[in-house]
């Protein structure tokens, strides 16, 4: 709940409004699971809250270990279904990839999660607790919506979460070590844009209109050329970044024709490429692009002056890369 929630329930249980403070400290900075452990709550007003309420942390129920140090949760999400988070060590920064719904309603054809149908989306809750919940939570540096589900197709939820995140009264986190990505969901995005002043990250894959719409069946409600007209008017020239998200497939998006036309679309928005190798899943006749290809590729998108990188891949060996979650989990990898 954010400071405003809690405020109403401390009126509705006839506790002083300053309580409201009090409960988001316990919950977001001292982390506790239980409503008994809020000492500064009376007795009698401890034992009001939790006749209504509870604190709703819960533990994943299992996890998977990378040879590369990545960690893959899974949590319990109802109804026999699970999302997953991805913890993604790296030298000084410590990354959580988190999820937004059970499944996804884009069916994007190279995504794994897609491929699950749509059950739901979770809950602000559910959001949170993929970031509490961790035993690496204290060491989080950032936290990516690149997880399983449209962050943008569930706004309300993520909006709030990243309100708990970055509110003085929540985990008083800078915007800056939040990146919300997206298919580009317009209603969704403008909210993003106008409502916080995390990244973006926009998911491309393919600068022509007809060859997303055949990989990408959002691209028919929202094209790229309405979603970067959107992000034009916006200002990514300080400290806030947007950024392209392209998957490099062999033979499919990875020549220098593809290269003139993304530099082209992406440079009135300022906005940088992330280069992604594509990770093979089961049913998707693509492949990835050849190393030197990437580098090729990324060489010729910083001639036209747009910063691009190639993504190193992450937890492959255990289903957590990019495009691979799927809310399973090997079992004989389980910690």
Same mark, same amino acid.
């Given at each position: 709940?954010?400071? !405003? ?6 009126? !509705? ?17 001292? /982390?506790?699971?239980?409503? !008994?452990?809020?000492? @500064? ?10 006749? $209504?309420? +509870?604190?709703? $942390? ?13 960690? %893959? ?10 999302? +997953? ?6 030298? @000084? ?31 602000? $809750? !559910? ?10 939570? +204290? ?28 509110? %003085?009264?929540?985990?008083?986190w800078s915007p800056k070590r939040i990146t919300v990505s997206t298919v580009g969901i317009l209603p969704g995005l403008k909210r993003l844009l106008d409502e916080t002043s995390v990244h973006v990250a926009i998911s491309v894959h393919t600068p022509y209109h007809e060859e997303r719409l055949g ?16 992000? +034009?008017?916006?200002?990514? /020239?300080?400290? $806030?970044?947007l950024s392209a998200e392209y998957i490099m497939w062999k033979g499919v998006n990875d020549d220098d024709q593809h290269a003139e036309a993304l530099a082209k679309l992406l440079k009135p928005s300022g906005a940088r490429v992330n280069l992604i190798r594509f990770h093979a899943i089961p049913g998707? %006749? ?6 030197? /290809?990437?580098?090729?590729?990324? @060489? ?36």
């Amino acid at each position: 709940m954010t400071l !405003e929630q809690l405020q109403t329930v401390v009126a !509705e249980l006839g506790m002083p409004r300053f309580a409201a403070g009090q409960i988001c400290r316990w919950l977001y900075e001292k /982390r506790v699971t239980d409503i !008994e452990e809020m000492t @500064d709550l009376s007795k009698s007003n401890r034992a009001k809250l939790a006749t $209504r309420y +509870e604190v709703g $942390r819960f533990d994943p129920s299992h996890s998977a270990s990378s040879k590369d140090g990545t960690v %893959k949760y899974l949590f319990p999400s109802g109804d026999r279904m699970a999302v +997953e988070s991805v913890y993604i060590p790296d030298d @000084d920064r410590a990354t959580l990839c988190i999820s937004t719904q059970r499944g996804c309603k884009m069916n994007c054809y190279f995504c794994m999660t897609g491929k699950q149908g749509f059950h739901g989306n979770l809950t602000a $809750r !559910e959001i949170i607790n993929q970031v509490l919940s961790i035993p690496q939570s +204290e060491q989080l540096t950032n936290v990516v919506f690149m997880g399983m589900g449209e962050p943008l197709d569930n706004a309300d939820a993520v909006l709030q979460a990243i309100e708990i995140m970055t509110a %003085k009264w929540g985990f008083a986190w800078s915007p800056k070590r939040i990146t919300v990505s997206t298919v580009g969901i317009l209603p969704g995005l403008k909210r993003l844009l106008d409502e916080t002043s995390v990244h973006v990250a926009i998911s491309v894959h393919t600068p022509y209109h007809e060859e997303r719409l055949g990989i990408m069946p959002v691209e028919k409600a929202y094209t790229l050329k309405r979603v970067f007209s959107l992000l +034009e008017g916006y200002d990514f /020239r300080h400290q $806030r970044r947007l950024s392209a998200e392209y998957i490099m497939w062999k033979g499919v998006n990875d020549d220098d024709q593809h290269a003139e036309a993304l530099a082209k679309l992406l440079k009135p928005s300022g906005a940088r490429v992330n280069l992604i190798r594509f990770h093979a899943i089961p049913g998707v %006749k693509l492949c990835t692009a050849a190393e030197a /290809r990437m580098t090729h590729f990324r @060489d010729l998108l910083n001639s036209h002056g747009i910063i691009c990188t190639i993504r190193q891949s992450r937890g492959e060996d255990i289903a957590a890369a990019c495009g691979m979650l799927a809310g399973k989990t090997d079992k004989s990898q389980n910690n």
